[in-house]
């Protein structure tokens, strides 16, 4: 099992509408989690960090569920620049994994 | 609007030749990462360096790759020799210490063809 797993996608999801996707950990002492992003053909840039009481920046909402061993993140009243590639990253003891990202094509 | 650069930004090359790349971190920045990024195994971590020191780099195959600091503000990762299952986009990230260590920010990448 990877240490870090995401669902490829992609997920095509009409503008507008609430997506919401999935990273799960494999192992919990995994201290400090990031989500970023990709562009096509682009460098992957931080989106956001994720804090264990959760966070929301504009139309983004980021969560940690250490029980469970995931972080999510929820975009709200998707744009069509929203398409990209989104990367879940996860420390652990200085090491940095990141998982294999999810494709999100917000459809017009 | 500082920014991590690299160079070269695409290189072709033969197998059995060396190949180069260049980082230039974000200045102030103390820790250089080093990432290989393809379809089949996504982006993995190379090595990576603080305060110009070696801190990782089991994700690095030393029998033909090798990460240096010279100086502060340049990092090189060399391939000697390229074979084609080294193609791949190269990207440098850099971050500072303290409490916003942990974002990186990534150079463009260096896209390399080994034919």
């Known amino acids: 099992r990877k240490e870090v797993e995401q669902d490829p996608g992609p997920f095509n999801v009409p503008e507008g509408a609430t997506v919401a996707f999935n990273c799960t950990y494999s192992?919990?002492?995994?201290?400090?989690f990031f989500w970023y992003r990709q562009d096509c053909r682009k460098e992957p840039k931080l989106l956001m960090s994720?804090?264990?009481s959760g966070n929301e920046d504009g139309r983004f909402t980021a969560q940690l569920n250490r029980a469970s061993q995931y972080i999510s993140l929820l975009i709200r009243d998707s744009k069509l620049s929203d398409s990209a590639t989104y990367l879940c990253?996860?420390?652990?003891?200085?090491?940095?994994?990141f998982g294999k990202g999810t494709r999100l094509h917000i459809l017009p | 609007d500082a920014r991590v650069t690299q160079t070269p930004r695409d290189k072709v090359t033969e197998m059995g030749q060396e190949v180069t790349m260049r980082c230039q971190p974000i200045?102030?920045?103390?820790?250089v990462f080093w990432y290989r990024q393809t379809m089949m195994q996504g982006l993995e971590l190379l090595a990576y360096?603080?305060?110009?020191?070696?801190?990782?780099d089991s994700g690095m195959p030393k029998d033909r790759f090798s990460a240096e600091m010279p100086d502060a503000t340049l990092a090189t990762l060399k391939i000697q020799p390229s074979e084609p299952r080294d193609s791949a986009v190269y990207f440098c990230?850099?971050?500072?210490?303290?409490?916003?260590?942990?974002?990186?920010?990534f150079g463009p990448g260096t896209r390399l063809l080994v034919l």
């Open positions: 990230a850099s971050s500072a210490s303290g409490r916003e260590r942990e974002t990186q920010y």
């Open positions: 192992n919990s002492a995994s201290q400090s």
């Open positions: 994720v804090y264990s």
């Open positions: 990253v996860v420390l652990r003891d200085d090491k940095i994994i």
């Open positions: 200045l102030g920045h103390n820790t």
């Open positions: 360096f603080r305060n110009r020191a070696p801190l990782d």
